[in-house]
């Protein structure tokens, strides 16, 4: 599904990823752990192909293609989804809106018929039920006046809505309280299937206690520099980051 | 031979009289202003004498003014003496739509224009059965069953003498400014409305006027009267992008709502803008619109959607004279390209009590320069008067300008006042974040944008709240790379 090789990237003048290699296979959840500042947001910034972040050397393939001249929703339509850090405020407009017009964008993409507002409705009410969200949502703004909780768990719910193949989680456990965690945690479990790819960047290992992941990675420095299964999660938590510094 | 032939024919018969020659087959006049050219306007739409007494006083007043020069807008002098101030109001007509500028019908396919209102606006030719005639026929009888008067001004003049005599002018009089004098002195034609006491219009005027816009000339005049306890909603332009020979256009509009009567005035603008690359040929946009909430309890409300034009300046007011009455102004203007736009509003509170909102919403793109420039008066027997007022500009790309001007005057210290005003760019985050969900560039623009604009689009009435949201769309198509 996913393939990095010997990623570099930097960020105006300064080099942040220093030579990256994962790959992550078809139905793997993989999570890159390290502290603030070790790369991971660049990281998936520049899967997702964000401006300002420059690839100097090395190569990101997605289902077998180079895709580092591809735009974002290029990316996107092609079933890259990406839960954000912060998620964005777009002020005035709604969420069956902006919701409709991307799962829209990316049935039109793949030849389906794009489903009409009643047919969306009856999609997003269950997604919703599934994250125990309320209806009040689809008339508010996209992320406006949200909670930090609430904004997290609008990116889970697009992330149900829009089905991608590869979906990577920057930082989505910050900010939750222990009850919204394990509601995303379920929406996250329930979307992993054998088809599906996950990366689930984060900080701390408290949603890692639900959601398994195949394979966990230890960036420092723009290096991966341990992998190992999911117990090297917990030997972080105990041990912290320094032992793994050179 | 109709009878408005045969008014033009002994007009034109008439003005020899006066030594002027006019080429008998055209129905336009000669370029140049002069009394004699105000006569004869006056007597081809046989007015009465008092209007044209009206006309002339404001003619050699006009003669004694100077163009304005403080807006911030640039374009080239305007010689006054090149324009032709009569012009019947004939289109040639087109066989088909295939005869029509196929870039022009690009336009009304993308803003959902159906094509029987295709063929109207572009001037086709359409049968006498076409439906939109026989539904303004309907209206008009509805309208007549509840008292409403609608119809042109020429025909209020001949008509309702008595009320054009009452009102004309009160609101906007003719030393108003250089623009508005001038069209007092040569206004060709307009619309009128008189509300009866305590009725309620029972539809908005919009679809009717949409049948009869194509025909408006230059020079516009529109009075719009709400007597006692009346409500009533107007709609003037239209989504679709209207040419005109003339670049000049300098209407006036006068609103005046009685006790507790409501106005709500709205207008959606598409003027041609001018070459996307040079801005040459657009239309100058010159109008003075002002509302007198005269008595007490009295509302006025301003929606304006303003994206055509080259040059726009435009300030549609409020006198708030009555006690709490209310005064409203929503805006929403785009400049693209070469346009320039200095719009606004003034809210003079005189009465106690009173109210104003204003709420501006600015879009500049391309090479767009857009000025807001508001005026909030509060008099001294203003007890307890409010204004809030939000004046918001996005700027899309970097050669685009926003300016914002509010002058606040306050002469009674009980007054509330609240200004907030902000400007931004579409931020990068906000767009990469509609595109990794899959959103182009183009669709994230128009998307943002009429976020930004909900506040004023939802005053409009609906169906032309979905068409302004497609306008937007198509003005600032090709804005982002």
Redesign the interface.
């Known amino acids: 599904m996913l393939d990095i090789q010997n990623l570099h990237a930097r960020v105006e003048d300064k080099p942040i990823l220093k030579g990256i290699n994962l790959a992550i296979k078809s139905g793997e959840m993989h999570a890159v752990m390290g502290r603030n500042g070790s790369g991971k947001s660049t990281l998936s910034n520049v899967i997702t192909g964000r401006e300002g972040f420059t690839v100097t050397q090395g190569d990101v393939n997605y289902k077998g293609e180079s895709i580092l001249d591809w735009s974002p929703e290029d990316r996107a339509l092609a079933g890259i989804f990406m839960s954000f850090q912060y998620p964005i405020v777009i002020p005035g407009v709604n969420n069956t809106y902006f919701l409709k017009a991307a799962l829209n964008a990316k049935r039109k993409h793949e030849g389906e018929k794009e489903l009409d507002a009643a047919g969306f409705l009856k999609l997003i009410k269950q997604k919703l039920a599934e994250l125990d969200m309320d209806t009040t949502y689809l008339q508010r703004g996209v992320n406006e006046g949200f909670s930090g909780g609430e904004k997290k768990r609008n990116e889970i719910l697009q992330m149900l809505t829009l089905q991608p193949d590869l979906a990577i989680l920057d930082e989505t456990d910050s900010g939750l309280d222990i009850d919204a965690l394990k509601i995303i945690a379920e929406g996250v479990n329930q979307f992993r299937n054998v088809d599906r790819s996950l990366l689930v960047i984060t900080h701390y290992q408290r949603l890692l206690k639900y959601i398994k992941p195949d394979v966990v990675h230890v960036l420092i420095d723009g290096q991966i520099v341990r992998s190992g299964g999911k117990e090297l999660a917990l030997e972080l938590e105990e041990k912290g980051y320094n032992w793994l510094e050179s | 031979m109709n009878s408005e032939q045969q008014i033009i024919d002994s007009n034109l018969k008439k003005e020899y009289e006066y030594g002027f020659v006019t080429d008998i087959e055209s129905e336009t006049l000669p370029p140049g202003l002069n009394e004699e050219v105000i006569r004869i306007i006056s007597k081809k739409k046989d007015e009465p004498q008092w209007l044209l007494d009206w006309r002339l006083k404001a003619y050699r007043h006009w003669l004694k003014m100077d163009e304005p020069k403080w807006a911030k807008v640039v374009y080239p002098e305007i010689d006054y003496q090149d324009i032709s101030y009569f012009s019947a109001p004939k289109k040639k007509e087109l066989a088909s739509l295939d005869e029509v500028d196929p870039e022009l019908l690009a336009t009304y396919n993308k803003l959902g224009i159906p094509l029987e209102e295709q063929k109207m606006l572009s001037g086709v030719a359409v049968d006498a059965v076409f439906d939109s005639v026989s539904v303004a026929t309907t209206f008009k009888e509805e309208l007549k069953k509840e008292g409403v008067i609608f119809c042109s001004f020429s025909e209020a003049v001949k008509n309702h003498p008595e009320l054009i005599q009452r009102y004309l002018g009160t609101v906007v009089p003719y030393t108003d400014n250089y623009y508005a004098t001038l069209n007092s002195a040569v206004f060709t034609d307009g619309s009128f409305v008189y509300i009866p006491k305590g009725v309620r219009c029972p539809m908005e005027l919009s679809t009717y006027f949409r049948i009869n816009e194509a025909k408006t000339g230059q020079f516009e005049r529109t009075l719009i009267i709400a007597d006692e306890g009346s409500h009533v909603s107007y709609l003037e332009g239209c989504t679709a992008p209207m040419r005109d020979e003339n670049q000049l256009h300098a209407a006036v509009v006068e609103l005046v709502a009685h006790r507790d009567a409501t106005i709500k005035y709205s207008t959606v603008q598409n003027w041609y803008p001018g070459h996307p690359e040079t801005g040459a040929g657009g239309i100058y946009n010159f109008v003075t619109k002002r509302g007198t909430c005269l008595e007490d309890n009295s509302r006025i409300s301003w929606t304006q959607v303003e994206t055509g034009s080259a040059v726009t300046w435009k300030y549609p007011s409020c006198i708030l004279k009555g006690d709490n009455s209310v005064g409203e102004f929503y805006s929403v203007a785009v400049t693209n390209n070469y346009q320039q736009a200095d719009t606004g509003t003034k809210m003079i509170h005189l009465g106690k009590n009173t109210k104003s909102t204003i709420i501006s919403k600015g879009i500049s793109a391309g090479h767009g320069q857009q000025t807001y420039r508001g005026e909030v008066k509060i008099m001294k027997g203003a007890d307890h008067a409010r204004n809030f007022s939000q004046c918001d500009s996005i700027l899309i790309g970097d050669t685009c300008g926003a300016h914002t001007f509010p002058y606040i005057n306050v002469r009674n210290p009980s007054a509330q006042m609240e200004h907030e005003a902000t400007t931004s760019s579409i931020?990068?985050?906000?767009m990469?974040?509609?595109?990794?969900?899959?959103?182009?560039?183009e669709?994230a623009v128009s998307?943002?944008v009429?976020?930004?604009?909900?506040?004023v689009f939802k005053e409009l009435p609906m169906e032309f709240a979905v068409e302004a949201t497609k306008l937007m769309e198509v003005s600032l198509e090709g804005s982002v790379g």
């Open positions: 931020g990068e985050d906000q990469f974040y509609c595109n990794q969900r899959g959103i182009s560039s669709d998307m943002i009429n976020g930004f604009c909900k506040d």
